[in-house]
């Protein structure tokens, strides 16, 4: 069984989390979800504004729709405070199971990204958008209610503590350990 954090135990690690660079930091994981439940480790992987983080699920399984039925572009990209998951869950081959493709250092709250603003991340360029991302059922079955309380908490939620979505602009190619900036 695993042992999970209290709320208590993760508010002491809010100031840590929130010390991630504002204007500049490094990819320190890359996932895909091919299918549901399904979860992907890479070193380096492509970003297109047509197909979002390829061999991911976003393209064919998304779970928000244009009218056309098509992928909503406004999710393409779901992005997670690395210092936020490692708090969270000291096991770093768990992190994955969070859902998100990129897990970068970097303060990701509104104050510091706002929707329409961009990351230079490798080759590639993103744009935040305003979709909010919050912890669900299987963040909270996989890394405890306490931490799906912290996240989506008003704290949690103004620091975007669960992360954050973006849209590819520019197509480009990232890979593990890259340098990226906000533009």
Not at 145 to 167: C, E, H, P
Request: hydrophobic share 40%.
């Amino acid at each position: 069984m695993l042992n999970h954090l209290s709320y208590e135990q993760l508010e002491q690690k809010l100031s840590y989390i929130l010390d991630a660079p504002k204007d500049q930091g490094e990819v320190k994981l890359i996932v895909t979800r091919p299918v549901t439940d399904e979860r992907v480790v890479h070193q380096t992987i492509r970003l297109s504004a047509a197909n979002g983080v390829e061999g991911d699920k976003w393209a064919t399984e998304c779970w928000l729709t244009l009218d056309d039925g098509s992928p909503h572009p406004d999710v393409q990209v779901c992005i997670m405070n690395w210092r936020c998951i490692a708090s969270i869950d000291s096991d770093s081959e768990r992190w994955a199971l969070a859902g998100d493709n990129l897990f970068i250092d970097m303060n990701l709250s509104i104050e510091n990204l706002a929707p329409g603003d961009r990351l230079n991340l490798g080759e590639s360029i993103l744009e935040i958008t305003a979709e909010a991302h919050n912890a669900c059922l299987k963040f909270a079955n996989r890394f405890g209610r306490d931490a799906s309380r912290f996240v989506n908490d008003k704290r949690g939620r103004q620091n975007r503590l669960r992360g954050i979505y973006a849209k590819v602009i520019r197509d480009g190619t990232v890979s593990l350990g890259d340098k990226f900036t906000k533009l």
